[in-house]
């Protein structure tokens, strides 16, 4: 054992015990990992301290895929400056940035992205509906996730092979919906034309539409598409509305013969399909950090 007195290592250990073991809305990973409190002033430093840093830095480091700059200290060794001291302000700043700003960096996490839902429908008009509702075990794990960088992603296309022009926008329209993001990340915009993202504890407990976007073809500038959620204890509920609002051209007269009248056609031709993908924990190695991920049930059918 070592005396030695260190503010750096005091700081490096909260951090740690925060990031793993917080709890709330975007407050920690609840991982119940036991990270050694900080000895008073004065205090003898034991190995015991040194390898709890050592243990809670690695499981960090693990789901970062970043490099845990610390080793593990055996009774009876001396604590040398490069086995901790002098890495742990840099350290601490790395993780800090880390967990503040997940949407950053969590593609290089130990994550995956996965699709949850898909549905499509053809040749179709009127207005279709799905509804997708994400179940977590209970609320903490719900802020859990999402703390750790998880994200509900919606998003839509269409097909048409016959350039038909009502098909061609609709094209259009689900491209320019792009894909919208449910996380813990800040709500971008209260304008739902131009928002990209919603933050998951800003849902309300009734339906609120957060994202709508117009086709850009005049002829067919009243169809949309709207995402409307909400969130109710543990349960996220995701609609998405395909509306074909257009209302075909017709006309009528009277003439040689009679009178006559014609209607256009009205229909998306083409099909339509909408995604919800998941970017969620891998949860594959124990020494990383595990949040158990939520499912995904179609609870009304798109078709």
């Given amino acids: 054992m070592a005396v030695i007195s260190n503010s ?15 709890t709330g809305v975007h407050g920690g990973y609840n991982q119940s990992h036991t990270v050694a409190a900080n000895p008073a002033a004065g205090d003898v430093i034991d190995d015991a301290y040194q390898d709890s840093i050592f243990s809670a830095a690695s499981k960090v480091a693990n789901y970062y895929n970043i490099t845990n700059p610390f ?30 700003n997940p949407w950053t960096y969590s593609s290089g996490w ?13 040749d179709w008009n009127g207005t279709k509906e799905q509804v997708v509702k994400v179940t977590f075990n209970d609320e903490a794990t719900m802020n859990a996730w999402f703390s750790a960088g998880g994200e509900i992603r919606i998003s839509a296309s269409h097909s048409d092979t016959s350039n038909n ?15 919208y993001r449910i996380s813990v990340r800040p709500t971008d915009s209260t304008n739902v034309d131009s928002s990209t993202r919603k933050k998951y504890s800003d849902l309300t407990t009734s ?10 073809d005049s002829d067919y500038s009243t169809n949309y598409i709207s995402i409307e959620a909400y969130k109710s204890g543990a349960e ?47 949860n594959s190695d124990a020494g990383s950090v595990n949040v158990a991920n939520p499912s995904f049930t179609v609870i009304d059918n798109l078709a």
């Fill in 71 to 100: 080793t593990a200290v055996n009774a009876g060794d001396v604590v040398q400056d490069e086995q901790f001291y002098n890495h742990a302000t840099s350290f601490t700043t790395t993780i800090s940035d880390h967990f503040d």
């Fill in 207 to 216: 339906y609120v539409e957060i994202k709508k976007e117009y086709a850009d």
């Fill in 8 to 22: 750096d290592l005091s700081t490096l250990r909260d951090t740690l015990n925060s990031i793993l073991n917080g």
């Fill in 165 to 179: 022009q009502q098909g061609t926008s609709w094209e259009q329209l689900t491209a320019e919906l792009g894909t």
């Fill in 236 to 282: 996220i509920y995701v609609k998405t509305i395909l509306a074909d609002a257009h209302t075909a051209r017709s006309g009528s007269g009277s003439g040689y013969g009679g009178a006559w009248s014609w209607s256009g056609a009205d229909q998306a031709v083409g099909t339509s399909t909408v995604t919800i993908n998941a970017l969620k924990l891998s």
């Fill in 110 to 122: 130990d994550m995956t992205v996965a699709q949850e839902t898909s549905q499509t429908v053809s």
